[in-house]
């Protein structure tokens, strides 16, 4: 693994909601450059996992690293500087400007001119050629001039991944990226997730062990917010508590 250092991990991560342990005691790492897949069952403290990776919410007990650092007690925003940028489960994107100004605003933030929106077409098209860039990254080129509102549910889904992107992130974290879509939609927001994951750190949340059987370079298995398995696809498909919670328990 000393290719693939560890960046996020956890040490005795637990949160407790009024005596309920949605998470308990887990030791959970991320390597870079690697696409590690976060699945369960319903109820398995998956989305508290999440959150108490990128601070919005803090644990009962543990400690979460991020390069080597103590991020226990950071704030979010200052995560999100610092390169750690996760997206929501619901697509949030600019509904009423063009797919073109939505990734710009990202870039504009990223470089300190988030209400710039003032300026002239002119004075902004010195971002066209990184807009361009990231909107072939997932494929929206023929989208550009779209409004946002406009588009299909997947294609909004690929235009807040361009705007994630647009933050030059070193850890990408994916919050139910595939949720609410068709198959059709799921295997073409799969293959883009697989794309832009090269040379990338990315944690994706996902429910459906299938859908990241083909691209996840590592999974870990959550029941009961408590790991139960971890490793490769064929590792923990095979693994019987897994297929006890996938098979003989229900799904989110």
């Given at each position: 693994?000393?290719?693939?250092?560890?960046?996020?991990?956890?040490?005795?991560?637990?949160?407790?909601?009024?005596?309920?342990?949605?998470?308990?005691?887990?030791?959970?790492t991320v390597?870079?450059?690697?696409?590690?897949?976060?699945?369960?069952?319903?109820?398995?403290?998956?989305?508290?996992?999440?959150?108490?990776?990128?601070?919005?919410?803090?644990?009962?007990?543990?400690?979460?690293?991020?390069?080597?650092?103590?991020?226990?007690?950071?704030?979010?925003?200052?995560?999100?500087r610092r390169?750690?940028?996760?997206?929501?489960?619901?697509?949030?994107?600019?509904?009423?400007?063009?797919?073109?100004?939505?990734?710009?605003?990202?870039?504009?933030?990223?470089?300190?001119?988030?209400?710039?929106?003032?300026?002239?077409?002119?004075?902004?098209?010195?971002?066209?050629?990184?807009?361009?860039?990231?909107?072939?990254?997932?494929?929206?080129?023929?989208?550009?001039?779209?409004?946002?509102?406009?588009?299909?549910?997947?294609?909004?889904?690929?235009?807040?991944?361009?705007?994630?992107?647009?933050?030059?992130?070193?850890?990408?974290?994916?919050?139910?990226?595939?949720?609410?879509?068709?198959?059709?939609?799921?295997?073409?927001?799969?293959?883009?997730?697989?794309?832009?994951?090269?040379?990338?750190?990315?944690?994706?949340?996902?429910?459906?062990?299938?859908?990241?059987?083909?691209?996840?370079?590592?999974?870990?298995?959550?029941?009961?917010?408590?790991?139960?398995?971890?490793?490769?696809?064929?590792?923990?498909?095979?693994?019987?508590?897994?297929?006890?919670?996938?098979?003989?328990?229900?799904?989110?």
């Amino acid at each position: 693994m000393d290719s693939h250092p560890a960046i996020l991990e956890t040490r005795g991560l637990t949160r407790e909601f009024s005596g309920f342990v949605a998470v308990s005691d887990v030791n959970f790492t991320v390597r870079s450059g690697m696409l590690h897949a976060l699945i369960g069952p319903n109820g398995a403290g998956k989305s508290t996992l999440f959150n108490l990776l990128t601070r919005f919410l803090a644990p009962s007990a543990g400690q979460i690293f991020y390069d080597g650092q103590d991020i226990t007690k950071a704030r979010p925003a200052s995560l999100a500087r610092r390169g750690l940028v996760r997206s929501f489960q619901i697509s949030s994107v600019f509904p009423h400007l063009s797919v073109h100004e939505n990734v710009r605003v990202a870039l504009q933030s990223k470089h300190a001119e988030t209400f710039g929106f003032w300026k002239s077409d002119g004075g902004l098209s010195k971002y066209d050629d990184a807009v361009d860039s990231l909107l072939a990254d997932v494929g929206l080129e023929p989208y550009a001039q779209r409004i946002a509102v406009e588009l299909p549910y997947g294609r909004k889904r690929a235009l807040e991944l361009a705007t994630t992107l647009a933050m030059e992130p070193r850890v990408i974290l994916l919050d139910e990226p595939m949720a609410g879509m068709g198959q059709e939609d799921i295997q073409r927001t799969a293959q883009l997730i697989q794309r832009v994951a090269k040379g990338r750190t990315v944690v994706m949340v996902e429910h459906n062990l299938s859908v990241v059987a083909d691209i996840s370079d590592r999974i870990t298995v959550l029941r009961r917010g408590e790991i139960i398995a971890e490793g490769d696809y064929d590792t923990v498909s095979a693994d019987p508590e897994v297929r006890q919670a996938y098979i003989g328990g229900s799904h989110d």
